[in-house]
């Protein structure tokens, strides 16, 4: 496989997609493959003066009027997306609709559609293997009821554990990160799915999501468990493997911080 491209200042954005040709407006901007349905924009610019301008993509050969616009921003409010107005090195995540994929396109352009002119574009290799989530096993089950359906990492920063169960029952019990082949007292914890230090409570088969604190990302440990610091008592982990090439967290994971609980009786949290 391709090395990860990193840029010169050593941040990872995924896959190097290329460098936005410019034909008008001073666009500027390098493109890159976040995830398969994912481009991220470093340092685009454009000088706004377009009268009816958006990031288009197509299958087409080139940039043409047979495309369809990528939204941005994308949590626009009102029926349409907003015209481009005027950037400078702003950074932009544009997700593709749902179903599609890099492989379902050939370019990305900064398009005007009433002229139909091409301000500036940049071609998808045609190989291209974007970064993927990566699931990993369960956890293990060692202590307190602790058990889960495989877990996935989403990006670089988020893991995703399905049909989550514990007691609650220990008394100083975090999710717990670090380094070496299993858990010990040298870790670090992470937030719960709700973003609390809080020590975690009982779980009855919720599907959460947690992110790694800080500038931590899954490159950076060797496992997550529950671990309850006060007794060093590991109640379950899973590895991380040695190979991750997951995609880059650059914003693009917005966490759910609502558990469902699948048993109506249950207590619920509200956040």
Known sequence: GECRARDRGGMYYGRLIGTLQEYAHGIRGTAYAVDESTIFVKGFSYDGT???AYFWVGSTPRPSPDGYILPYPED???KDPPVLRAYNKTDVILKLPPGKKLRDIKWLSVWCRRFTVNFGEVFIPPNLEPPRMRVLPEFR???HGLRSGNITILDAKTFYIPNLHYDGAGPDAYFWVGNGSEPGPYGIKVPNEV???EPLRGY???DIEIQLPGNLTVYDIDWLAVWCV???HNFGHVNMPKDLDVPPALGQTKITTSS???DPDAETETV
Request: aromatic share 10%.
């Open 230 to 232: 006060q007794y060093q």
């Open 195 to 197: 973003r609390s230090m």
């Open 50 to 52: 377009g009268p009816d």
């Open 204 to 206: 009855l088969g919720e």
């Open 76 to 78: 626009y409010v009102g």
């Open 260 to 262: 469902t609980s699948p």
């Open 141 to 143: 089950r060692l202590a």
